[in-house]
Antibody, heavy 118, light 110 residues
Framework: QVHLVQSGAEVKNAGASVKVSCKAS????????VHWVRQAPGQGLDWVGT????????HYPQKLQGRVAMTRDTATSTVYMELSSLRSEDTAVYYC???????????WGQGTLVTVSS | QSALTQPASVSGSLGQSITISCTGT?????????VAWYQQHPDKAPKLMMF???SRPSGVPDRFSGSKSDNTASLTISGLQAEDEADYHC??????????FGTGTKVTVL
């Protein structure tokens, strides 16, 4: 069965960076894109970016360009999402999810709470 | 690119039917059939309930159905059950190769 297991909660100061991991199992790691989605407290879902584990190409929303970076380690089937120059508005639960390039997110990680304190 | 528009809340009695709308533009919902719906219970990760507008993943009850007309997608829950009480989010692929989600709808079962 497909599992995406994320790293634990993080508390960071404003201006710092955070790196969240997402370890995949139960499927061929390089056959599906991995997407990151965040949810601020009491808010809706917000797309953070996408990485293709086959080759490592990435695609980010314009508003996060320059602050977000996604990488992968095919040896451990793990994807990483690093967000830098953290601001209070980056406080959210960050989810990784599996899916095709353009379609649905069919499996989700359990979420990682990132708290940015000013 | 603003979020897709959903009603903040929808309610219905046990056994009734409700419909949640999701309104976008010709650059997202109107452009492709890559519309999905996600159910989210409190403090849980979202769960895929519908994809490609009207396809149900394995294990999702057939009382959930989806449709789309122009720039608006809809999710209908027939025969509302207590366990359907949750937040529902729509999502779409866009012509800019990005992803956009809805504002979210809280479903209450009376």
């Amino acid at each position: 069965q497909v599992h995406l297991v994320q790293s634990g909660a993080e508390v960071k100061n404003a201006g710092a960076s955070v790196k969240v991991s997402c370890k995949a199992s139960g499927y061929t790691f390089t056959s599906y894109f991995v997407h990151w989605v965040r949810q601020a407290p009491g808010q809706g879902l917000d797309w953070v970016g996408t990485i293709n584990p086959h080759g490592g190409s990435t695609h980010y929303p314009q508003k996060l360009q320059g602050r977000v970076a996604m990488t992968r380690d095919t040896a451990t089937s793990t994807v990483y999402m690093e967000l830098s120059s953290l601001r209070s508005e980056d406080t959210a639960v960050y989810y990784c999810a599996r899916g095709p390039w353009a379609g649905q997110f069919d499996y989700w990680g359990q979420g990682t709470l990132v708290t940015v304190s000013s | 690119q603003s979020a897709l528009t959903q009603p903040a809340s929808v309610s219905g009695s046990l056994g009734q039917s409700i419909t949640i709308s999701c309104t976008g533009t010709s650059s997202d919902i109107g452009a492709y059939n890559y519309v999905a719906w996600y159910q989210q219970h409190p403090d849980k990760a979202p769960k895929l309930m519908m994809f490609n507008v009207s396809s149900r993943p394995s294990g999702v009850p057939d009382r959930f159905s989806g449709s789309k007309s122009d720039n608006t997608a809809s999710l209908t829950i027939s025969g509302l059950q207590a366990e359907d009480e949750a937040d529902y989010h729509c999502g779409s692929y866009t012509t800019s190769s990005t992803r956009i989600f809805g504002t979210g709808t809280k479903v209450t079962v009376l």
